[in-house]
């Protein structure tokens, strides 16, 4: 049982990809393949590419912008950064975008990683150190570029993309509820070692793994006195590919030997699949990206409304846990400009996004200058002294 807790949850919420993408129909008619298999099978439309000179803390750093004013600025107490695309082994992503945004000195900055998994953790800390301190708020980002081998089974399936939120008490959004299930088990399905620049995946055992520890996951937070699986109107899961959502989805009904029609299980789940299925895959900002899509997307009132989360990081850690929409959530969205963003980016050849995908990594001396660069307000100029320095643009 908890202790009658004090309201904690996310007050603000904003995401940002790449101005680039890849329709999967090119990608498919260039590897000879049914469309229908990257639209039907795995879920996807598109895929957002990044540029040259953007990274994951040009990603974050956008994605924050939006969401912060001067008031939050001075009030922010910690960032927890959350990616496994991390750009130095030493120095956290989340120290660059503490400068970028200008945020007070008095702040605790660090890195998080587990796979796709770490920015649950990140929120659920988030919120553990507001509810010890109701007066200040934390910034949480996820922020990933999803990258596979070219002519790989798994190329379809990749990504980028950052959303950052910030955690507040009596938050605006949605409460976080105290109750989580929690799995963790030392498998290799999906991992990334220092020296390559692309994931290694045992693809199928990645998806039986995803639902097993969901399921484990799922049961965990049962014990813990988690909402019936009745008494939760909407479902966001970790978004590798669409399809992969829709799929665990039926599983979590068949374990709670739930039948649900077809429009019932399209309430519980479409609208927070539309964002994805033409991002891509962005690691560990999928699930919050996806609750954006279901915020912003799903046109009735969510006031009260439960939304469960299961949050999967391969290797592997699974959490579910829980949120009720809080009323007056819509005047805190940002639909018009997620959606303009999205609407704005622009399609890539096959041949250019090649060229981008085989770009070498920015180097030491130099000057990261491209006509193919990011539309966003930051990027990443040059590369001195070992050093990477951003500008606001
Ligand atoms: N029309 C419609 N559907 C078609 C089709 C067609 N013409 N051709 C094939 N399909 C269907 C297949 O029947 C299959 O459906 P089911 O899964 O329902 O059987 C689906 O398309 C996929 O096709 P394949 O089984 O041939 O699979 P694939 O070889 O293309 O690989 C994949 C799919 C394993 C997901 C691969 O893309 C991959 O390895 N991706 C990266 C790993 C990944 O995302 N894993 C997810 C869990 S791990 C995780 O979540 C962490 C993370 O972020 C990575």
Request: charged share 20%.
């Given at each position: 049982m908890y202790a009658t807790p004090l309201a904690v949850g996310i007050d603000q919420i904003g995401f940002y990809t790449s101005n680039f993408y890849l329709d999967l129909a090119v990608l498919a008619q260039r590897n000879g393949i049914d469309v229908s298999k990257y639209?039907?099978?795995?879920?996807?439309e598109k895929m957002s590419v990044p540029a040259h000179d953007e990274d994951i803390v040009t990603l974050a750093a956008n994605a924050a912008d939006s969401i912060i004013d001067d008031a939050e600025r001075e009030n922010i107490s910690a960032v927890f950064f959350a990616t496994?695309?991390?750009?130095?082994?030493?120095?956290?992503?989340g120290v660059y975008v503490h400068r970028l945004l200008g945020l007070n000195s008095n702040c605790r900055v660090v890195e998080l990683k587990q796979?796709?998994?770490?920015c649950t953790a990140a929120l659920q800390m988030a919120c553990a150190l507001v509810a010890r301190n109701p007066k200040k708020s934390v910034l949480v980002i996820a922020s990933d570029v999803a990258r596979y081998e070219l002519?790989?089974?798994?190329?379809?399936t990749q990504g980028c993309g950052a959303v950052a939120m910030i955690i507040k008490?009596?938050?605006?959004?949605l409460q976080i509820q105290p109750q989580a299930g929690n799995y963790t088990e030392d498998v290799m399905d999906f991992w990334r070692p220092n020296y390559r620049k692309t994931a290694l995946v045992d693809g199928k055992f990645s998806t039986q793994m995803y639902i097993k520890a969901m399921l484990a996951a799922w049961d965990n937070y049962q014990a813990d006195g988690?909402?019936?699986?009745?008494?939760?109107a909407h479902f966001c899961y970790h978004l590798p590919f669409t399809r992969m959502g829709q799929k665990a989805h039926r599983s979590l009904c068949q374990h709670n030997m739930a039948s649900i029609p077809k429009d019932a299980f399209d309430t519980q789940?479409?609208?927070?699949l539309i964002y994805s299925r033409i991002i891509g895959n962005s690691y560990s900002a999928s699930l919050f990206i996806g609750l954006t899509s279901l915020l912003e997307q799903?046109?009735?009132?969510?006031?009260?409304k439960n939304i469960g989360f299961l949050s999967y990081g391969s290797g592997c850690v699974a959490e579910f846990f829980a949120g009720t929409v809080v009323a007056g959530y819509k005047d805190k969205l940002h639909t018009k400009k997620h959606e303009a963003m999205l609407h704005a980016r622009e399609p890539l050849s096959h041949t250019q996004y090649v060229d981008l995908w085989n770009y070498p990594d920015p180097q030491e001396?130099?000057?990261?200058?491209?006509?193919?660069?990011?539309?966003?307000?930051?990027?990443?100029a040059r590369i001195y002294e070992h050093k990477r320095d951003y500008l606001r643009v």
């Open positions: 639209h039907h099978g795995i879920g996807q496994e695309t991390g750009i130095d082994q030493s120095k956290a992503a796979a796709c998994y770490s002519d790989s089974a798994a190329e379809a008490a009596n938050p605006r959004i988690g909402f019936a699986f009745a008494d939760i789940l479409a609208d927070s799903n046109t009735n009132d969510l006031t009260g001396g130099e000057e990261v200058t491209m006509q193919m660069g990011t539309t966003g307000k930051f990027k990443l």
